[in-house]
């Protein structure tokens, strides 16, 4: 937040305080302050293991490097997380759920010997339409017909195949990419699709507000062909196996529940002090891959350069919540769709919910999934869930009660974005210029757009760059 007040000079001088966190925990970087056994030293440190860093991370090592993966939580994944029921053993996808087909995501669960298969869907339920803030049922709302809408949709998006691979965007950026998608809309007749890119597209905040080209990013036209051949999904519906088996395989060389206290990059490159559960370390590098949103509030202890500071301190972040709950008393075969039957095209305005819908896999347990244009505090987003369970109770006449939270998951924050002005103004460019500024690399969601399949071809992409070659 402090970015958008201060000015820049005010905010550089500002991240001397806030950002170094050496000055106040003295942190050392004097390899004879630590215990040999806490300082490690590798070809690379990777930053976040989540889709973008886990696949990092296994790459680098198959180009003969030496890693070492930092993952804050105690697992890797980040925004893949499976359910597993204790009592049955059945597992619910609340995270990442299907992929597109591409060769990388083909080969990269195979190495793992995870079967895909053809995604069919967690139903087959049966979908009734409610507007979640006045609890008012719509019995008789049809969905348009959003498969036409669709075609027509990613047929306008052809002309760009860019944006399928990061933002090496064309000068100038053409305005039908910059103004707000509920303009395209208009101005292409996409009025049938609109409602289910909203629902495709979760989280991006409010879609028809959005600058046209996050929306096309995120819901583009590889999208359109999965729509066509068929999304993939893990054939046992387990997609966390993956990060559990590349854990395996990459073994001592992640720490997790791990953070950098303090770090110092250089053209030689770069040294870290790491909080880590069995003691500080003191990693040294050749270089840093960091897949973590470049969120400043996400880059303590950083010696940012005063570009980094700039450019990380434009990005604004949608927010996403997804919670699993039982003790519902709803019913097992039917998914409930929040419409507003007096907004623009019916699109719910956020922050709200989407939908509540039961997972199939696991009785009586239900997913609910909530957006908004930017963070709030958890036990709002828990109470307004509540809220959604009880209106679908009320309509489906079971009677009111509290569900019980089996889990609620934070996916804050979530796609980071800039105004159209600054992506005019070559944003993109700039930020894309720090990559290999003083050993640091980058990639993740950010530096792309919100979908793993996409981002182990951007990443596998980058692995030249990485390498220097
Ligand atoms: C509910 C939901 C459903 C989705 N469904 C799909 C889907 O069906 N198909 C699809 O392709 N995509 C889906 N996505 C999008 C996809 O998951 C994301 O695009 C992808 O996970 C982004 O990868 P990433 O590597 O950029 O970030 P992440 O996967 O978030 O990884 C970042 C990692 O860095 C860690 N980290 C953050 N800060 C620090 C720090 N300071 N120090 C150490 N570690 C840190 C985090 O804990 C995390 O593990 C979904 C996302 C959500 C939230
Ligand atoms: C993925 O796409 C390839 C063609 O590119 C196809 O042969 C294969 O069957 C697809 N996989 C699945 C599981 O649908
Ligand atoms: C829904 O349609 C039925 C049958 O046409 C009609 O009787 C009913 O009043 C409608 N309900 C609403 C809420 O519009
Ligand atoms: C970026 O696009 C230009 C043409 O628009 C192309 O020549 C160049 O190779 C692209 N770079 C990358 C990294 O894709
Ligand atoms: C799902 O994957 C996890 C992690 O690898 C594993 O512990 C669990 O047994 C798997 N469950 C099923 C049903 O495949
Ligand atoms: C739910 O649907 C399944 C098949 O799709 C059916 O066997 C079952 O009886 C239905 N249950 C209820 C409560 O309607
Ligand atoms: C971020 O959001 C705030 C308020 O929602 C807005 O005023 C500001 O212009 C946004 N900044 C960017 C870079 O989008």
Redesign the pocket.
């Known amino acids: 937040m402090f970015s958008k007040l201060l000015s820049f000079a005010a905010l550089s001088f500002f991240s001397l305080l806030l950002a170094n966190p050496a000055t106040s925990h003295s942190v050392s970087f004097n390899e004879a302050d630590y215990d040999p056994s806490h300082v490690v030293t590798k070809d690379f440190l990777v ?7 886990t696949y990092a991370a296994v790459r680098l090592k198959d180009h003969d490097q030496s890693i070492v993966l ?4 105690n697992r ?5 997380r499976t359910y597993i029921d204790p009592e049955t053993g059945g597992t619910s996808d ?6 597109q087909n591409f060769t990388t995501t083909i080969n990269f669960f195979k190495r793992f010997d995870i079967p895909l298969s053809t995604f069919v869907g967690n139903g087959p339920f049966e979908s009734k339409y409610a507007d979640f803030a006045t609890g008012e049922a719509m019995p008789n709302y049809t969905l348009p017909d959003f498969l036409t809408g669709f075609k027509k949709y990613f047929e306008t998006l052809t002309q760009y195949p860019y944006l399928e691979y990061g933002w090496n965007l064309t000068y100038p950026v053409p305005d039908d990419l910059l103004m707000p998608f509920g303009d395209y809309v208009t101005k292409y007749g996409l009025e049938d699709a609109a409602l289910m890119i909203f629902e495709y597209a979760q ?1 991006q905040g409010n879609i028809l507000d959005q600058p046209t080209i996050y929306v096309a990013k995120y819901f583009g036209v590889s999208n359109g062909d999965a729509f066509v051949n068929g999304y993939l999904s893990t054939a046992r519906r387990n997609n966390s196996e993956l990060y559990s088996k590349a854990l395996e395989s990459l073994g001592s060389d992640v720490l997790l529940r791990s ?2 206290l303090s770090l110092k990059r250089s053209d030689s490159g770069v040294r870290a002090v790491v909080s880590t559960p069995t003691g500080n370390k003191l990693i040294k590098a050749k270089k840093l891959v960091s ?3 470049p969120k400043l509030s ?1 880059l303590t202890g950083w010696d940012l350069t005063n570009k980094e500071l700039q450019l990380f301190g434009q990005f604004n972040n949608s927010a ?1 919540w ?1 919670a699993l709950v039982t003790d519902t008393g709803l019913d097992n075969n039917i998914t409930y769709i929040n419409v507003q039957p007096n907004a623009v095209l019916n699109i719910p305005r956020l922050p709200e919910g989407y939908v509540v819908s039961p997972t199939g896999s696991i009785k009586d347990v239900f997913h609910i999934y909530y957006g908004s244009p930017s963070s709030l505090p958890e036990h709002q987003i828990r109470k307004a869930m509540i809220k959604d369970v009880n209106v679908v109770q009320k309509l489906q006449g079971v009677s009111m009660r509290k569900p019980k939270f089996l889990i609620l998951e934070q ?1 804050v924050p ?1 796609q980071c974005a800039v105004t159209p002005e600054l992506i005019r103004e070559r944003f993109y460019e700039k930020l894309y210029s720090l990559q290999g500024k003083t050993s640091t690399f980058w990639t ?2 950010a530096w792309h757009t ?4 996409m ?1 182990w071809r951007f990443t596998e992409g980058l692995l030249p760059t990485f390498l220097g070659q």
């Open positions: 930053l976040g293991g989540g889709a973008s860093g930092i993952e804050r939580n890797l994944g980040g925004h893949t609340i995270g990442v759920l299907i992929y989280s953070h950098i897949s973590i949103p996400h996403y997804t996916h979530f993740g969601a919100h979908d793993s399949a981002l």
